[in-house]
């Protein structure tokens, strides 16, 4: 990638993305290392077609610049604040998928788990190209207290997610591969549609985040 913002050097994101051909599949972490002062940093996902470095440089672009991930074939990722609103809303959906009766309801929804858990929700709906891309960082403030969810059914499976560090500790990174495949998956929102796979996964966040924190908390995927 040609250009990457930086974090502060406490930040730890896991960026978690779905194979569009597996509903399931193993993760493994990888530390990766640059030689700008970038935090350190760790992937779950295992991809090996030139898919992923599409789909990391497109429509997940975002997923790239949370990590401080390079992609290979010097694709670079979009930056279009122009497409962000100018009145801060925790939903942005430049896809059209979302009626402004659900984008209302799923912003209280997140407001009230930011409120109860101190998690904060973001959700990015696109289709690649159309997308702000790399100008959400500043525009939501990303952190390691965040959540950036982004609906794109580019490439099949329509749920991606970008997990900062401190709610990693928290929620089990199983839950969120269970959440992509139960809500996310090409059969349930091409049936249902692209709105029902974000309102599920929405309210499904939620009702993990208010769990206890235990052996067994967001165990289903409700």
């Known amino acids: 990638m040609a250009s990457l913002f930086h974090l ?58 949370l990590t401080g991930v390079g992609i290979a074939e010097g694709k670079v990722g979009v930056n279009k604040p122009e497409l962000l609103p100018k009145e801060f809303t925790p939903v942005i ?29 973001r959700v990015l709906a696109q289709n690649y190209p159309d997308t702000p891309g790399l100008a959400i960082k500043d525009y939501w403030q990303v952190d390691d207290r965040t959540i950036v969810f982004v609906a794109d059914p580019t490439f099949g499976n329509i749920l991606n997610f970008n997990v900062g560090a401190t709610v990693d500790l928290d929620i089990p990174r199983s839950f969120w591969s269970r959440l992509a495949g139960t809500y996310g998956n090409m059969f349930y929102w091409k049936e249902k549609g692209e709105d029902a796979s974000i309102e599920a996964a929405v309210m499904a966040i939620s009702s993990c985040l208010r769990e206890p924190v235990g052996p067994n908390n967001c165990s289903e995927v409700k």
């Open 8 to 65: 502060p050097s406490s930040l730890t994101f896991r960026k978690i993305c779905h194979s569009p051909i597996k509903a399931s599949h193993s993760h493994s972490r990888i530390s990766v290392k640059n030689e700008n002062p970038l935090p350190k940093l760790s992937k779950i996902s295992e991809f090996s077609s030139k898919t992923l470095n599409f789909l990391l440089s497109g429509s997940l672009a975002l997923a790239v610049s």
């Open 93 to 121: 959906d430049v896809a059209g998928f979302l009626s402004d009766g659900q984008e209302k309801r799923l912003a209280q929804e997140i407001t009230d788990i930011e409120k109860d858990t101190g998690f904060k929700l």
